[in-house]
């Protein structure tokens, strides 16, 4: 994946108590699994012009921003967006993209209060499993919350776009689908194929959202057999113990080794604790690596 000279690694949810909204690793060219909700057993969209109101912001919204957004769905109380960034711009983009809806939701039904429950999740996401893995997740979302029988007949996600021959869209769809195949009609066969092996899932806590980063590690699994890749976890290891033998890293390749190194291990899971103590670098050094001017 072209992506600002980033290596793609795996997907992390960013459910850290130590990485706030304001220290989320956040760079431009980096891939992001939004998820929000409504609070409580409300809803976000009443109706269908609802629905086509936050597409219309939305569009506006990744042409504002300058966002290429991959796939989205919305379901009646929550919904999620694969995007990625081509600027540091991730919350200043959320907070126009869901402000705006919120205001237009409460002036339409003369209401007050929050439309969102607090503030969205963004799941980082840097490996061509893991993106896929994740646009499954989001397209067989409805059909797990039984809204209907298969998930392309769900109007309100962006699963058509990947099945048929599609008119021009602001979303980027073709993104994915290339991964798969360089010709687009295979690749919505084998797109649609992942997908009906995806319902298989028997995940009971599939719409749970503390359960997400398991769900999708499931559904890596089915992708992994599209592309037959091997498990990277084993060079993860080594480059890790080249590094922790390191006492200074002053050259330019070594640099750009022990970055990608660092985003493989939060990909993987690693606590940016752990990653502090393993390369005996500080929490700051960590995000200056990582965000460089």
Known sequence: MKNKGLPFGRILLMQNPGLTINKRIVFEGGVYHIIQRAPGRELLFLEKSD???FL??????VKKFNLDLFCFALLPNHLHLLLRINKSNLSSAMKNLFERYADYFNKKYRRK???FC??????????DDYLLAASLYIHINPYK???????????????????ENSKKSFVNYEFILSL??????EARKKYLEMIDESLKSREEAFLDLSSVKKIIGELVKITKRFFNKKDEKGDLEKLLDSFRKKKRVVKPEDKEARKYLIQQLIANGYKVKDITEELQISRASLYRILNPK
């Open 145 to 163: 919350a039984t809204l209907c029988k298969h998930p392309k007949e769900y109007r309100w996600s962006s699963l058509n776009l990947y099945l």
């Open 51 to 53: 629905y086509l109101h």
């Open 56 to 61: 219309a912001v939305l569009k506006e919204t």
């Open 180 to 185: 798969l195949h360089s010709q687009m009609e």
């Open 118 to 127: 607090g503030r969205y999740r963004a799941s980082f996401c840097n490996s």
């Open 113 to 115: 209060g929050h439309v």
